[in-house]
T-cell receptor, first 110, second 113 residues
Framework: QKEVEQDPGPLSVPEGAIVSLNCTYS??????FMWYRQYSRKGPELLMY????GNKEDGRFTAQVDKSSKYISLFIRDSQPSDSATYLC??????????FGPGTRLSVLP | KAGVTQTPRYLIKTRGQQVTLSCSPI?????VSWYQQTPGQGLQFLFE???????NKGNFPGRFSGRQFSNSRSEMNVSTLELGDSALYLC????????????FGNGTRLTVT
């Protein structure tokens, strides 16, 4: 079983839709959770960083962590064509290496 | 504050050659990590340097090496290039604390022919 699993997509949604992106992980010791957005020909850009179960909101983005289920989600409200990118989840155990999901490619259609 | 800077952006090399990639971290960041990204394998960890010392190493052959200088700038070297080394090489820096997130540069796209 891979340490982090993520549906690779592609996921296509109409503009204005609510997007839900998800990752599951296997190691309950993981403590820190991140979401990155990567545009074509660019490096990953940090979107959200959290370490506790529950929700964290930043503008149109909400990160949700459920440690009991080992499940993390990123919600995008009022999605825009500019949100079209690959979204990577990343998980960290204190003092250890980051583990990245394979990424979900999202297309928001105008 | 300037972000992570990687040079060059693109490189084309032939099999058997060697290549050196350069990375300047965010000012004040002493940790620099290198990742290889390919469509099939995703992001794979190469190594991390902190204060000029290699702190962690991924599962790559010895042809992949790196170093960090006293100003935290880092270089990665790949010797005896193989076709399978074609990838996007990403550098990331982070603050000192072990729970700090990574901040990535835009990468160097290496093509081996």
């Amino acid at each position: 079983q891979k340490e982090v699993e993520q549906d690779p997509g592609p996921l296509s949604v109409p503009e204005g839709a609510i997007v839900s992106l998800n990752c599951t992980y296997s190691n309950s010791a993981f403590q820190y959770f991140m979401w990155y957005r990567q545009y074509s020909r660019k490096g990953p850009e940090l979107l959200m960083y959290t370490y506790s179960s529950g929700n964290k909101e930043d503008g149109r983005f909400t990160a949700q962590v459920d440690k009991s289920s080992k499940y993390i989600s990123l919600f995008i409200r009022d999605s825009q064509p500019s949100d079209s990118a690959t979204y990577l989840c990343a998980i960290l155990n204190y003092g250890q290496n980051f583990v990245f999901g394979p990424g979900t490619r999202l297309s928001v259609l105008p | 504050k300037a972000g992570v800077t990687q040079t060059p952006r693109y490189l084309i090399k032939t099999r058997g050659q060697q290549v050196t990639l350069s990375c300047s971290p965010i000012s004040g960041h002493r940790s620099v990590s290198w990742y290889q990204q390919t469509p099939g394998q995703g992001l794979q960890f190469l190594f991390e340097y902190f204060s000029e010392t290699q702190r962690n190493k991924g599962n790559f052959p010895g042809r992949f090496s790196g170093r960090q200088f006293s100003n935290s700038r880092s270089e990665m070297n790949v010797s005896t290039l193989e076709l399978g080394d074609s990838a996007l090489y990403l550098c990331a820096s982070r603050a000192t604390e072990d729970n700090s997130p990574l901040h990535f540069g835009n990468g160097t796209r290496l093509t081996v022919t």
